[in-house]
């Protein structure tokens, strides 16, 4: 219930939170909305030494409209995520699956970064981004760089981030067409996706059914030759490694990623 | 008008709703300024060896006071041994001998969570980094997972008792009815395992001061818990005070005081530290103690024209790691077995047995959820054979309205029903043909989401320890005002608004002048307290009882004081005031008459016990969405009867039913306790055991009925487990109805999306063959 | 370290342990025992306060996070001894009984309807989702929220 004893630093700018990073290496974490590392802390499965919080950089929280694409800061709150105009209005799929992520107050304080950074298969937003084709823009001690989001997650729990790396930006390409759709499954409004589909455009990434998030590459191949939303969905668990767990087996999972596939391309469709 | 039968917001509320409760965590009280915090080392293993405790890393932390084990513990007397009898709801742990559970593990741990040792640390926080640090060493032993397995005592818990089962009570494996009937079906059914969960877990303080334990408790049962302790400790009931503040939910897990709580009070006796314990989620969800846990085998055979003539259940109860609770739960389950139905041939029996999860004991219901969970399976599998709508056989063999008192095969008294009565309500509140003929339309037209409708029918024993009665005293002072001690132990259910409500009603002393006391043993020395539906008959009647001897002593004193006859003395109940009949100047109000009594006030302290429990009934309809294709449960309505005869206070009734609800439909749909094939729990969090939320539930559709009983004084009976034990079979029904048209017969609990998946893909192969 | 929060429009000033929660800085040491701990795995929004007028589970937050904020707790809700429309609703609607999960499950519903003045009965349900009660079956709960949002509008 109570996570073990740490240092906590508050950083006052990126900057700062950056020469903190360094100064204390492997023994530190970054702090965002503390929905993903304290649950951790709390039942001890992570135990850094040192907590650099990074909630005082509101000058990372931000969603703006960059011309072909949306520029949003790591520190954006979910709830400011769900209810902005700009992405409501140029990525529908990001504002809506934003307003998925657990409840309403852990909306209030989780952060898009901390989410993506925490790179939790079983997250919303990492196969949305995934499905938007973002990039991610992390600043280190030598600079900024951008990393695609298809080379930023690696396996369970591992991104491209260095240790000494902030994210500090989401970059989100418009998309084309307004053909989108976010299917979560799960057994209680609450829980995390037992299973989960986003599609953009003829983007399919899917939700737990690896330890990244993945591309449902042959469903978009099919699509591309031509097949309707119901046979392109039936590859959809092609090239998948779903895990066997209480809420469902690896079978089950492959047969729901095959339905919500199909439900997402109909409903995307008819958004188009 | 009396104020009884009236709606009347709770007078529990404002307090709760801004200072909010005081909650054991919560007290602030004196004797416990400076108290230390107990933090348990608990065992993560399901069956071990302990080999070796090394205290002393834990020992050298900054804050810790002390580390004790069982070694400590040199100031008790051993168990007692046992001849073997099951001990009763809220009893001491009952079966002594070879089925001894100890305080603190000696030499074996039975279960993940079972305690082995505690530190005592100034503060809260360092109590976790302390426990982290006792090492203790355990060699592992094969883990019995599971009743199925338990039966077979290839491994055994207690190796002295030479098997796992703890109790059998044979059930009869006489064939013959069913060689007579044109159909007999047969199921294998799950009740599953699940947690009480409620919001508030188990806190304990102590003090032990000039000879003197103090224990506050989160209880159900404030003098229970002093008796428990008196035996445990080797201690008399004037050395014990027990206080019971707040209680955030109880259930049936709170009967009494448990083991880890009498450590405690036993550490503060032993350290002479004022102690506070707290545990956190992921302890309550192991420790405390879980609900149901029964596998079924039904047989149940009857004849084409819908009548049922036969019915066996054979139950193998998981009484987890240690049998606490003996034969009780099961016991219960065979009483109520035939349910609302005159079934000329019931046959019931059980077996307890042992397994290395966390122990079993009362949850909402308590034996008679199973008992109904299982005969209105098995009335729908039945239907299904004779292909007959389920509503209708279960009115082709309910208990006749003209057959009460009706004495069960298995040996229950029915006092009243309206079985029949109460079906046709709630079918008609339900729109049961409409509900049909929409079932129908979506199977023709193949519909990806299919209509489920689910019956369940039902009768449940409430104040089953009716002979044990309730106290009330009532004391009216010379302010007017009135005290009620009742021994009754409210946790949510508004007592201290009904009684006062039943104070007003008898003597017109307004309900705001009306202080309700409970759960504080100076205060009330004798009680029962608040288990098993029991309450408002027997708390409830003996308060009524109090007010009337009170009024009974102020008639005799406003008599004196006006000089008139005690027959020509009235009471205006509206009013509050004492007059000779017709004469209104000679008024006299309760603080006058009350100040003439000698001592200045009208006390009466009284007992009201019943000669039988009371049997409550009730009908619920289900209304569910399957996707047939994910296999997804969606609860659409859920309608009920629920009569447990005159409502004393809509608003509270209304409450216990929707609470009873939701805690049905979460078995039914969503809650499971699970361990993996070494004992270790897969749901010892709240982020994975599936606690049912606001988001998963419609609101629901109650109707009303009132069939009283003769059995006490207010005609009532008890409706707080009513809504649980009659919304699971409704709501499993439900989900079975749905998916019956592809050859579904049978999905146990909880009917998760994968389960239900799983039986339409099996009945989709079945056909294909 | 020093914490100083703004708690029920109180500053409060305190020398804490880093790793102190929220929650246990608002029951411990501003002694406002109203807001309780239900769970250890931000499940059970029990222990939901607003933080700057939103809300939070306080357990899942650090004192240290909310150092120079503000935090409103039930106790803080009633404005001059008048109850807030929420804590009226819940009377009137009998939604709570034991009352342990009442305090987060208010100021969830304050939270909500702040957010949503006019919410249907399944916006409730899924404002909900991260509050259990294991008393109400959410029935009342659910209406003292309708009830509340139709008495402020």
New interface residues.
Partial sequence: MIPSSFTYKRAGSAEEALDLAAEHGEDAKFLAGGHSLLPLMKLRLAAPEVIIDLGGLRDLSYVTDQGSYVAIGALTRHHDVEHSEVLGREVPLLAYAAGQVGDPQIRHRGTIGGSIAHADPASDLPAVLLALDATVVARGADGAREIGIGEFFQSLFETALEPDELLTEIRVPKPAFGAWSFQKFTQRAIDWAIVGCAVQDGHVALVNMGGTPLRAAATEAALAGGASPAEAAAHAAEGTSAADDIRATRAYREHLARVLVSRALTEANSRS | MSILGTRVIRTEDPRLLTAGGVYVDDLRTPELDGAARLTFVRSPVAHARITGIDTSEAMSEPGVIAVLTVRDMDDLAPPPPDDGAGGGEGGPLPLGGPWSEPLLAVDTVRFVGEPVALVITDGRYQGEDAADLVSVDYEPLPAVVGPAAAVTDEALLFPAAGTNVAVTNPVSTDDTPFGACEVVVEQDIVNQRLACLPMEGRATAATFEGGKLTVWHSSQNAQLCRLILCGALGMTPDQIRVVVPDVGGGFGAKVGIDRDALVVAWAARKTGRALRWTETRSENLVGMTQGRAQLHHVKIGGNRDGKILAYRIEIIQDTGAYPRTGGFLPGLTCLMAPGVYDIPEVQAGFRVVVTNATPIHAYRGAGRPEAAAAIERAVDLFAAEIGMDPAEVRRRNFVAPDKFPFQTKTGALYDSGQYAEALDKVLAAAGYEELRKEQERRRASGDVRQLGIGVSTYVEITAADAAAGETAKLEVSDDGTATVYTGSSPHGQGHETAWAMLVQDELGIPMDKVTVIHGDTDLVPIGVGTHASRSLQLGGSAVQKAAIEVKDEARRQAADILEAAEADVVLDTVTGLWQVRGDPDTSLNWAQVAGHASGGSLIADVSFAADMPTFPFGAHVSVVEVDTETGKVTLLRHVTVDDAGPVLNPVLAEGQRHGGIAQGAAQALLEEVLYDADGNPLTSTLADYAAITAAELPSYELVESETPTTLNPLGVKGIGEAGTIGSTPAIQNAVVDAVAHLGVRHIDMPTTPQRVWTAINEARKASNQ | ?KVDLTVNGKDITADV?????LV?FL??VA?L??????????????C?VL?DG????S????A??ASGHDITT??G??TNGE?HPV?RA???E?G????????GM?M?IA??LK?NPHPT?EQ????????????????????AALAAAEVSS
């Fill in positions: 370290m342990e880093d790793r102190m929660l246990h029951r411990d002694d025992t109203a807001t309780n701990v239900g769970c250890d795995t931000t499940s059970c929004g029990a939901t933080l939103e809300s939070v589970k357990c899942t937050v650090l240290a996070q039930i106790e809700l009633a109850m804590q819940f009377h009137q009998h709570l009984q034991c009352g342990f999960c009442t305090p208010v969830a939270s909500l957010e009965e409730v349900r899924s404002g909900l989702e991260g509050n259990l009660c294991r008393c109400t079956g959410y029935h009342n709960i659910v209406r």
